[in-house]
């Protein structure tokens, strides 16, 4: 028996008991984990609660009646008012218009994951004259605000005979997401190792037949994010519209809006309605593309 066991089982006069070096730390250790979770789940939830309270706030308020709104006295509505959903669906056509902001948002999404993909591999992978240049070109034309394009697109579209069209208004979209998209692209693909893309290469496939079979299904976290990014930014977009269309049935959901706030006939409660209405789209497609959404943003730090 050695001389550790025989002074733990029976503690000599003068000696201290010999304790397992790696016993205090490790409940010291279990303790502070712990505390330290329950600190970050506590900020997280408080967070969480600050981030949702307008949407909570939104769909309580909703459900009330212009009296009661108004009044401000109560968070939750007493006596929920189901009817503000429907008046808002019937009396601002939200069909209709909801509709046109479903169509316009799909295609231009579509259009700039096609075309920031391709720009953003070329700018990442490829080797050729003029590249830094591009680059520098795209970030510039971030800087330029929206609305000082705004009469030269019109006039553009003029031109092209496309005002006052769905397709003049779905370039537009398009042409404004391209370069953010791109560069996050371009980012994206430049994280990601060249491995697979040189086997590929040694395999005779050509740079298209890589792209397209290669990086685009390693890409899905990557383009994840930039349809969510852009994807709100199309459904969200209202002055082009109304520099663009002349015809009502060709605007956006945000144009079904507006007919609810008037100064003379306040309509609070069921704008309120509508506007709970017009989210739950955008609501739907983060959901189920939460996972590459997370993918996507932490892609670029990892190498």
Do not use: C
């Not at 902001?101 to 259009?111: E, H, K, Q, R, W």
């Not at 000082?148 to 397709?167: E, H, T």
């Amino acid at each position: 028996m050695s001389f550790k066991q025989i002074q733990q089982s029976v503690p000599l006069p003068g000696l201290p008991r010999l304790v397992e070096p790696d016993d205090q730390p490790q409940s010291r250790r279990k303790r502070r984990i712990t505390t330290d979770r329950v600190g970050l789940y506590g900020l997280l939830i408080v967070a969480a609660l600050i981030a949702l309270f307008p949407l909570l706030w939104m769909v309580s308020g909703s459900l009330q009646s212009l009296d009661e709104l108004l009044s401000g006295k109560n968070l939750l509505p007493t006596d929920p008012q189901w009817g503000n959903y429907i008046t808002a669906w019937v009396q601002g056509d939200l069909g209709k218009y909801l509709l046109n902001s479903v169509g316009y948002t799909l295609t231009a999404v579509f259009g700039i994951l096609v075309a920031s993909s391709m720009a953003g591999y070329a700018l990442a992978r490829l080797e050729f004259w003029g590249k830094n240049f591009f680059t520098f070109l795209i970030l510039a034309v971030m800087i330029i605000p929206a609305p000082a394009m705004f009469l030269a697109q019109y006039r553009l579209l003029v031109d092209l005979g496309l005002s006052n069209s769905r397709v003049g208004y779905v370039l537009i979209l398009i042409t404004s997401g391209i370069p953010m998209a791109t560069l996050i692209m371009r980012s994206f693909f430049a994280s990601q190792p060249k491995d697979l893309e040189e086997a590929a290469a040694l395999d005779g496939a050509s740079s298209l037949r890589i792209f397209a079979s290669v990086i685009l299904p390693l890409a899905k976290p990557g383009l994840a994010a930039v349809a969510v990014i852009q994807g709100l930014a199309a459904w969200n977009e209202y002055l082009m519209a109304l520099v663009i269309f002349d015809d009502n049935s060709l605007m956006p959901i945000q144009r079904g809006l507006t007919s609810f706030n008037s100064a003379e006939t306040p309509q609070q409660e069921i704008l309120l309605a509508a506007t709970a209405i017009s989210i739950v789209p955008v609501i739907v497609f983060y959901l189920m593309a939460q996972r590459h959404i997370v993918k996507g943003i932490g892609a670029g730090a990892i190498k």
